[in-house]
T-cell receptor, first 111, second 112 residues
Framework: ELKVEQNPLFLSMQEGKNYTIYCNYS?????LYWYRQDPGKSLESLFV?????AVKQEGRLMASLDTKARLSTLHITAAVHDLSATYFC???????????FGTGTRLTVIP | DSGVTQTPKHLITATGQRVTLRCSPR?????VYWYQQSLDQGLQFLIQ???????AKGNILERFSAQQFPDLHSELNLSSLELGDSALYFC???????????FGQGTRLTVV
């Protein structure tokens, strides 16, 4: 079974600072997703990464994928309070669409 | 709003009981997925249907079953409920089997 490791589990950062969340997965995959979840809410899709070297940016968030290292990163630039949430990476098995999720990173941005 | 509708939003029931969770996929989506989110297990894939047929099975207990109907809505049936079944159950849908899936708001099940 595909294993997805995400770290850190908890991240407390000051507004204006930069930080990176890491996502490692165990076997080859077609696609990697990043999601945001606010407490008790649904999963909001942030990025879909499909190929080696893919980089996507939206606002203060940038995601990248290295399929050879089986590693994706979610970089946060100049954090603001509104970014406080739990972030999940999820990996689809090759030829499949069911997702294997990481443990999530609970991000708290402190003023 | 993703367009995926789940009902009910909240459900409280007793141990040993049976419940049915319902999911209406986005218009035109043929594939439906069920996921369970709990504090113990995190987010886990349960089962996938595509155009009425079961396509993939994950860590779904034998006490749980699902189906997708001709109108493409899906139901997840949970029986002989235990305290540990308390979780947030998400449904997601996608147009085809290998396209991005979008998640519903979830059904929070509490077993007391």
């Amino acid at each position: 079974e595909l294993k997805v490791e995400q770290n850190p589990l908890f991240l407390s950062m000051q507004e204006g600072k930069n930080y990176t969340i890491y996502c490692n997965y165990s076997t080859t995959s077609d696609r990697l997703y990043w999601y945001r979840q606010d407490p008790g809410k649904s999963l909001e899709s942030l990025f879909v990464l499909l190929s080696n070297g893919a980089v996507k940016q939206e606002g203060r968030l940038m995601a990248s994928l290295d399929t050879k290292a089986r590693l994706s990163t979610l970089h946060i630039t100049a954090a603001v309070h509104d970014l406080s949430a739990t972030y999940f990476c999820a990996v689809a098995g090759t030829g499949a669409n069911n997702l294997f999720f990481g443990t999530g990173t609970r991000l708290t941005v402190i003023p | 709003d993703s367009g995926v509708t789940q009902t009910p939003k909240h459900l409280i029931t007793a141990t040993g009981q049976r419940v049915t969770l319902r999911c209406s996929p986005r218009s035109g989506d043929l594939s439906v997925y069920w996921y369970q989110q709990s504090l113990d297990q995190g987010l886990q894939f349960l089962i996938q249907y595509y155009n009425g047929e079961e396509r993939a099975k994950g860590n779904i207990l034998e006490r749980f079953s699902a189906q997708q109907f001709p109108d493409l809505h899906s139901e997840l049936n949970l029986s002989s409920l235990e305290l540990g079944d308390s979780a947030l159950y998400f449904c997601a849908s996608s147009p085809f089997e290998n396209t991005e899936a979008f998640f519903g708001q979830g059904t929070r099940l509490t077993v007391v």
